[in-house]
């Protein structure tokens, strides 16, 4: 030391902490600064619906420890597709019908239960619900947990004590009403939509006060501008979607009372540009020779205020559809810069099997591209902003018409993609059906279904039936792409770990790195996977994943509701896609959470 | 030997025997509603709760109500219409199920005797199944008790359907092997869930 000069003392010095800073900086790179965000209030995450998660400390180098940590049974045997939320140190996880809340405490060693609530929904409900006795989870607001019961109710849940606050009707079984979405809280009110678009049911969406429960608007899908509230601020983009009550005209006489168009997706909010945006479900019957014209305002995207619902601008993907292409699809708000210009737009990977890139503040279509095999359609014509129907794949009246693709339950159902901001990626859950149709005729007898067509679906070409792929939606073209055995009936999640996790239904919880799709880890759970999945981070300041397992919904319902395969018609024609499923899994209804060691 | 042959030529003519229809049966109206009407349907049972006896209908006076029904091709063929015509269909699908349980099965939630599947057209299920009981004629719903209960090879071979006029997407009714009905006292599914 002594041999050294004082100026080469002071480099030295001044080298090592430059290393140590280097250094430091590098690990805080790795490890940010434990984030705000570690809960989960919302089944979309955030106001975007993005189900991106800026936790990291599971990410593509540990992944591979990740360990269970605790499980718990929903004691529910049905298709499990709610997102579980996480508030402070609380879980808060929703089941099937009948519709049971559970409150788990995190702070506790194996997350005790807190508390169960428990709505005690009509059993005859269970008739009416299309497509399993799902529900897509609960949201949280002011303290209290709201969702929606099948029989058609909303409840909001003292979050503390699990005390209910108040219970809202908003629908009638009787009519084939049911409700299964998850709601959105915006602005203290509670966006709530109707599911039913099989049985006649006249669609709408309702917003309820957040504190009272009382409804402060409802906005019908079909009927009369009054009807759907539309006023003088309405300016659909497309000439095809202006005019004077097209919620009329483009029906049969009286048909629209029981057109469907209902509501069971997924509702965004941009609050600078203070829109709600969602869409509505297929028209009824699926017989389309029985509502001649575009049968609006089915399969069609809103924009409107949330204070009053009124509606700022419209766009039907599928005018007159043909094939249960419901457009209730999740709208991803980004901000993009397409072709060097900076551009607030929706994405939205919708059934009908295009990827649409959409401008959120006018509804102008700027791109919509294949995402999967097509042959009911060509194109989406970008001057008209119509969707271009294939004449020779259109179902008949007592002919069947084969291999259509994608079949009624789109190039994606209602399984929601994820946006990493870190990769600039959609990474979207989805499957690979084709189908052959005949069309009958559909009697309306209310409380029944109104469908009026024999349906055979299959796997579309490949053989796969599920494909996970992640999309850059600038670009607009895949990056990759997985191929799943059985639909991918799962959501998807991201983080800033770089780490995408999907479930499938033959039992496998996954994950992937997010910039190549390489598999880095698995585990096997005991019921096939069509749930949410969420991360979070628990008091103990560690970051978990959670999912329910539980196979179900449509693709699921040969397990769920023990359908014979036997007949290929069963559960709409998707048991025909769906024979070996029974042998992959059986029923159940538990939830997984894991951490690393 | 002549005695086989007389009663081989006697056993050959029983055969001959034309099957008896009602003339009494009344097929549906064939005018569809207008617009949107609204009908007393509603999911689950309505009104006076289920009774064990099978509801007040004007039964035949003698045998037992179903027997003519279920040993009658036309009457089969006729459920089968009615069933797709009533929105069966919808549910049940074309024997496997969906929004209702499957009818081609050897499951059956509620008995697989005709009087209680009979009961369960009338009064409705509370797990959804809505009653028709009142709604439509009671000799329909006869014609519906059969037909479901061919879906499964329940009824003699010969007057099951052996084919359908639409699509095809099961084994026809006459092809399938009879399904021994199990679970008679079973579990209804609400039974299966808490709360």
């Known amino acids: 030391m002594s041999g050294l000069s004082q100026s080469n003392r002071r480099v030295i010095v001044c080298r090592v902490v430059l290393i140590m800073a280097l250094a430091l900086a590098s690990v805080a790179a790795e490890n940010p600064a434990p984030s705000k965000d570690g809960q989960w209030l919302r089944p979309a995450k955030d106001f975007a619906s993005t189900r991106y998660s800026d936790l990291a400390e599971i990410n593509v180098g540990n992944v591979k420890q990740l360990k269970l940590a605790w499980s718990f049974s929903t004691g529910v045997n049905r298709g499990q597709e709610a997102a579980p939320l996480v508030v402070d140190a609380t879980m808060y996880v929703v089941t099937p019908f009948p519709n049971i809340l559970y409150a788990l405490d995190l702070a506790k060693p194996g997350a005790p239960l807190k508390w169960k609530y428990e709505p005690k929904p009509a059993a005859a409900a269970q008739g009416v619900a299309c497509c399993d006795v799902v529900n897509r989870g609960a949201v949280y607001a002011d303290g209290k947990i709201v969702y929606n019961t099948l029989d058609g109710q909303t409840v909001a849940v003292d979050a503390a004590t699990g005390k209910e606050v108040w219970k809202t009707k908003l629908g009638e079984i009787n009519r084939g009403e049911t409700i299964t979405m998850a709601p959105l809280v915006v602005k203290n009110k509670v966006l709530v939509g109707n599911s039913g678009g099989e049985m006649g049911v006249r669609g709408w969406l309702t917003a309820l006060d957040l504190a009272t429960g009382k409804i402060s608007w409802r906005a019908y899908s079909t009927g009369p501008d009054k009807d759907v509230l539309i006023g003088s601020n309405f300016k659909p983009f497309y000439e095809f979607d202006q005019g004077k009550d097209l919620g009329v005209s483009t029906w049969p006489p009286e048909a629209w009372k029981i057109g469907g168009g209902t509501v069971w997706g997924w509702i965004s909010y941009d609050p600078e540009l203070d829109l709600i945006y969602y869409g509505t479900s297929n028209p009824g019957p699926w017989n389309s020779d029985q509502r001649p014209g575009d049968n ?16 700022i601008w419209a766009y039907q993907f599928s005018p007159h559809d043909l094939y249960d292409y419901d457009g209730v699809n999740e709208n991803i708000l980004l901000d993009l810069t397409l072709k060097g210009q900076k551009r607030k737009v929706l994405v939205r990977p919708e059934r009908n099997g295009y ?9 102008e279509v700027l791109s919509a591209t294949p995402y999967v095999h097509i042959t009911s359609t060509e194109r989406v014509d970008l001057k008209t902003g119509r969707l271009i129907y294939n004449e020779d794949k259109k179902p008949q009246l007592g ?29 979207i859950p989805h499957q690979n059906l084709c189908m052959d149709i005949e069309h009958v005729e559909a009697n309306y007898i209310a409380g029944t279904p109104y469908v009026g067509a024999n349906v055979r679906m299959k796997a579309g070409p490949g053989g796969d039936r599920g494909l996970f792929t992640a999309w850059d939606p600038v670009n607009a073209r895949e990056l990759w792409s997985v191929k799943e055995h059985f639909p991918v009936w799962s959501g998807a999640l991201v983080t800033a770990g770089d780490v995408v996790f999907y479930g499938t239904m033959d039992r496998w919880f996954k994950a992937l790195n997010a910039r190549t799709g ?11 996977i069509i749930g949410q999945p969420i991360t979070y981070r628990g008091p103990d300041g ?7 397992s539980g196979v179900g919904g449509w693709a699921g319902a040969i397990v769920a509701a023990d359908l014979d395969a036997r007949d290929s018609s069963a559960a709409l024609g998707f048991v025909n896609a769906m024979k070996d499923l029974p042998d992959q899994t059986a029923k159940g209804g538990t939830l997984y959470v894991f951490a690393l060691p | 030997m002549k005695v086989l042959t007389c009663l081989m030529l006697v056993l050959a003519l029983a055969g001959c025997t034309r099957e008896r229809r009602k003339p009494t049966d009344v097929a549906p109206s064939s005018a569809r509603p207008e617009g949107s009407p609204e009908s007393a349907l509603q999911p689950g049972p309505t009104g006076t709760p289920p009774s064990a006896e099978p509801s007040a209908v004007a039964l035949p ?13 036309w009457a089969v063929s006729e459920g089968k219409r009615l069933y797709q015509w009533y929105n069966c269909v919808g549910c049940h699908a074309n024997g496997g199920g969906g929004m209702g349980p499957p009818l081609m099965d050897d499951k059956w939630i509620y008995g697989s005797d005709p009087i209680k599947v009979h009961q369960s057209i009338v009064d409705g299920r509370p797990n959804g199944m809505p009653a028709f009981g009142g709604k439509i004629p009671d000799s329909q719903i006869w014609q519906l008790v059969a037909y479901v209960r061919s879906m499964s090879g329940l009824l003699p071979k010969d007057v099951r359907q052996t084919r359908s006029d639409h699509m095809s997407v099961r084994p026809s009714e006459q092809a399938m092997r009879p399904a021994k009905p199990k679970n008679e006292a079973g579990t209804p599914p609400s039974a299966e869930r808490p709360g």
Request: charge should be positive; aromatic fraction near 12%; glycine fraction near 8%.
């Open chain 1, 296 to 311: 609006k305002w089915a399969a069609t995207l809103f924009a409107r205020k949330p204070d009053t619902g009124e509606a």
């Open chain 1, 355 to 363: 990827i649409y890139v959409i401008d959120r503040a006018t509804g």
């Open chain 1, 399 to 427: 002919k069947v018409v084969r291999d259509i693709c994608p079949a009624p339950p789109g190039a994606k159902d209602w399984q929601p993609a994820a946006f990493s901001p870190r990769t600039g990626l959609l990474y």
């Open chain 1, 518 to 528: 390489e598999i880095l880890w698995q585990f096997r759970v005991s019921s096939g």
């Open chain 1, 542 to 548: 560690k970051q978990y994943v959670a999912i329910l």
């Open chain 2, 61 to 73: 006076a003698e045998g037992m109500p179903h027997a003519p029904y279920e040993q009658s091709a």
